[in-house]
C-alpha cells in the first residue's frame, strides 16, 4: 500500500488505512536509530529543502536528522538570511528553489494554507511542518505514535487536549488524526480557548482538570503561547496554572497511570510542573525520539516507499 498524495498537508481527511500506514512504516524504521551507523541509502540522490519561516527546534532538527538518517540531500532555508528580507514572494522564493531540482519542501510558515499554496504551484512533494494556527499532521503522528507505543491502542483510548485549542495546530491536527482512528478525544481549558460548538463534532469538553484527569488515559498538555493569545486570553499565568496546571499533587490525587504529553517546548511551572515533566507518566522525550521515525517514514512514503513487508530491512 502506498500514500494517495505525494503531499502531507494536514490529517483532515486522510484514511485511517493511510495513518496507520505511516505509523506502521515509523515503527519499522526506529530501530534505524539505535544502529551504530544510523543510516540507510533509501532516498539516495532526493534532495529536501527544510524552509522554516517561524522558529522551531524539534521539528527542523528531527527532519534534518531523518533526512540525513535516509541519506537524503538537505538544505535548510531561514528566512532571515534569504531574499525574503527583500521582499521576494514565497512563491518566487520555492520556484527558484525547484528550479534547482529538489524533490521534497518541507515548510513551517505564520499564514494557514502556505503548504497548500506552495503544492498549488510546484512539482515537489509538500510536507506541512505546521502553518498558522491551522495544522501541524507530523506532530499529530508523532503523538499518535507515542501514544500507541505507551498504551497499545488508539481507538477507545482517551485523550484530552489541555490548553489553547483554538488557536493550536497542534490540537487541530491531534483531533482529526485520534477522531480518524477511533479515539475518544476530549478537550479542557479557559472557555476564551475552546472553539465554540466543539461539542457538535463528538468532542468532550472538561471545563475543570481535575475532571479531565480522572477520565482520561493520555492528557496531551499544550504550550500556552506566550508570544501569542497567551496574554490576552487569560488573566494571568499564574491562574492557569492554578486552574489548568497538571502538577505532582493533581497526578497523585487521581491514583492510577496517566500518560502526560507535550509537543514541546514547555512552559514549567505553567501547563506543566517540572516534577511531572520530568516524571515516570510523561512520555515528553519519547515523542521527540518518534518524531524523527514519523518524519523518516512520511519522506520515505511520499517517495513513493511501500509499506514494509513483514521481515523485510530498511537497509
Ligand atoms: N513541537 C514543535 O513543533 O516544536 P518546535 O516548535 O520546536 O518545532
Do not use: W
Not at 38 to 59: A, H, I, Y
Not at 126 to 137: K, L, M, R, T
Amino acid at each position: 500500500m502506498q500514500l494517495k498524495s505525494r503531499h502531507l498537508l494536514g490529517l483532515e481527511g486522510v484514511a485511517k488505512s493511510e495513518i496507520e500506514l505511516i505509523l506502521d512504516t515509523a515503527s519499522g524504521l526506529k530501530e534505524i536509530l539505535d544502529r551504530p551507523i544510523p543510516k540507510v541509502p533509501t532516498l539516495r540522490g532526493k534532495t529536501v529543502v527544510n524552509l522554516f519561516f517561524e522558529p522551531s527546534t524539534r521539528t527542523r532538527f528531527s527532519f534534518e536528522l531523518a533526512e540525513k538518517r535516509l541519506s537524503a540531500d538537505s538544505m535548510n532555508f531561514s528566512a532571515a538570511s534569504s531574499s525574503v528580507l527583500k521582499g521576494e514572494s514565497l512563491r518566487d522564493t520555492v520556484q527558484n528553489i525547484e528550479a534547482m531540482r529538489i524533490n521534497f519542501v518541507v515548510i513551517r510558515h505564520s499564514a494557514v494554507g502556505a503548504p497548500h499554496f506552495l503544492a498549488s504551484c510546484i512539482d515537489a512533494s509538500v510536507i506541512n511542518a505546521g502553518d498558522g494556527a491551522h495544522e501541524h499532521p507530523t506532530q499529530a503522528l508523532l503523538d499518535m505514535m507515542t501514544m500507541k507505543e505507551r498504551t497499545g491502542r488508539l481507538k477507545d483510548l482517551k485523550v484530552v487536549i489541555v490548553g489553547d485549542i483554538e488557536h493550536s495546530r497542534v490540537a487541530r491536527s491531534n483531533i482529526h488524526g485520534l477522531r480518524t482512528m477511533g479515539a475518544q478525544v476530549g478537550v479542557c481549558g479557559p472557555a476564551t480557548m475552546i472553539p465554540r460548538n466543539i461539542e457538535d463534532m463528538g468532542i468532550t469538553v472538561y471545563p475543570h482538570i481535575e475532571d479531565a484527569m480522572a477520565e482520561a488515559d493520555v492528557l496531551n498538555l499544550l504550550r500556552i503561547q506566550l508570544e501569542r493569545q497567551g496574554r490576552e486570553l487569560l488573566p494571568s499565568l499564574r491562574e492557569y496554572r492554578n486552574l489548568f496546571g497538571v502538577t505532582l499533587e493533581r497526578l497523585e490525587r487521581i491514583g492510577r497511570d496517566l500518560v502526560i504529553m507535550h509537543p514541546g517546548p514547555l512552559n514549567r511551572g505553567v501547563e506543566i510542573d517540572s516534577d511531572v515533566a520530568d516524571s515516570e507518566f510523561s512520555v515528553i522525550l519519547n515523542q521527540v525520539t518518534n518524531g524523527v521515525a514519523v518524519r523518516m517514514a512520511v519522506l520515505y512514503l511520499l517517495a513513493g516507499g511501500k509499506a514494509k513487508l513483514e521481515g523485510e530491512s530498511h537497509g
